[in-house]
């Protein structure tokens, strides 16, 4: 799948495209009803089909010190719309010019002079433009000036209300894992380069691989079952730690997951860690000894979860 950049050219070969945007964050059955949307209408012309997402995420940008939110990496999310149809990513980098950009300027600018769509599809509530002041109504008007046409999708709704990228994440910081998993289709996952740790795991018969949560929003912290995604294409079990190992001196926050029946170095692997189950809060332990047991137990309840999964 191709990936572009709004600061470089488009190939000719994508000029004419039909263009999903939004920012896609979590990829979750709203923002695939858009992309969906925008796939169909450009197989149905003989188009290019694009998925548009912005990189940093607007709300980095105007509140730089706010908690970490992501849902997806760039890589994450060009495998999803790679997955679903789309021919190409857009990554829109947010930046100060961008948000200084009225909304007549971005159609203008952005969408018809610089990328060459002549279609758009968003969801029913994006807005875009200097103070958010471009809407699906404005695209229309300012947009058919130049012949750019556009479609919108209504939200998608549950029993609970409109699914939303508020709502997956709600549903994460409760340990809510299967809860998650029914608004994105698919398990939260997160995906990072295993760290060299001090080997503490491995010492008491339980190695992890280690992961930096980086930029990605942190569910409860606690115990999970979870599945890895090796580069080599297996799938295997395992228990995971997420939290700041408060039993252990200095406390560092980390993704310490156990994969089962595994022995081989990890180190410097790409994984994604595929969150399935909450098992417990994490905890203190009066000694190294109690916390074993309990993580021995923690290893039993996660295989007979994940024995119908891999």
């Known amino acids: 799948m191709i990936r572009l950049d709004n600061r470089a050219p488009v190939p000719d070969s994508l000029h004419g495209a039909i263009v999903a945007l939004g920012n896609f964050d979590g990829f979750h059955q709203g923002h695939q009803a858009v992309v969906g949307e925008a796939i169909a209408w450009a197989r149905a012309e003989g188009r290019p089909a694009i998925v548009a997402t912005f990189d940093p995420h607007p709300v980095r940008l105007f509140q730089p010190d706010a908690p970490p939110f992501r849902l997806?990496?760039?890589?994450?999310?060009?495998?999803?719309?790679?997955?679903?149809?789309?021919?190409?990513?857009?990554?829109?980098?947010?930046?100060?010019?961008?948000?200084?950009?009225s909304a007549g300027e971005w159609i203008e600018q952005v969408l018809v002079r610089q990328l060459g769509v002549v279609g758009v599809v968003t969801g029913e509530d994006f807005t875009f433009g200097k103070a958010r002041g471009g809407n699906p109504e404005v695209l229309r008007e300012v947009g058919g000036r130049f012949g750019l046409t556009n479609r919108t999708v209504a939200a998608v709704h549950d029993q609970y209300g409109p699914i939303s990228s508020s709502r997956v994440r709600e549903a994460l910081v409760a340990g809510d894992c299967e809860g998650a998993a029914r608004l994105l289709t698919r398990?939260?996952?997160?995906?990072?380069?295993?760290?060299?740790?001090?080997?503490?795991?491995?010492?008491?018969?339980?190695?992890?691989?280690?992961?930096?949560?980086?930029?990605?929003?942190?569910?409860?912290?606690?115990?999970?079952?979870?599945?890895?995604?090796?580069?080599?294409?297996?799938?295997?079990?395992?228990?995971?730690?997420?939290?700041?190992?408060?039993?252990?001196?200095?406390?560092?926050?980390?993704?310490?997951?156990?994969?089962?029946?595994?022995?081989?170095?990890?180190?410097?692997?790409?994984?994604?860690?595929?969150?399935?189950?909450?098992?417990?809060?994490?905890?203190?332990?009066?000694?190294i000894e109690e916390m074993m047991t309990q993580i021995a137990r923690d290893c039993v309840k996660a295989r007979e979860l994940l024995a119908k999964v891999v």
């Open 187 to 287: 398990p939260f996952a997160v995906r990072g380069v295993v760290q060299h740790g001090n080997k503490f795991g491995r010492q008491m018969g339980f190695p992890t691989a280690n992961l930096d949560m980086a930029k990605y929003l942190r569910p409860h912290y606690g115990i999970y079952a979870v599945v890895g995604h090796f580069p080599d294409g297996r799938r295997i079990p395992g228990a995971a730690n997420l939290g700041i190992r408060p039993t252990i001196q200095p406390p560092v926050e980390l993704l310490e997951p156990h994969f089962f029946d595994v022995s081989e170095d990890m180190y410097d692997l790409e994984i994604e860690v595929a969150f399935h189950h909450f098992l417990r809060p994490e905890a203190k332990f009066a000694s």
């Open 72 to 101: 997806t990496t760039l890589d994450q999310r060009q495998d999803l719309f790679e997955a679903a149809g789309a021919d190409a990513m857009l990554v829109l980098h947010f930046d100060r010019l961008m948000a200084s950009m």
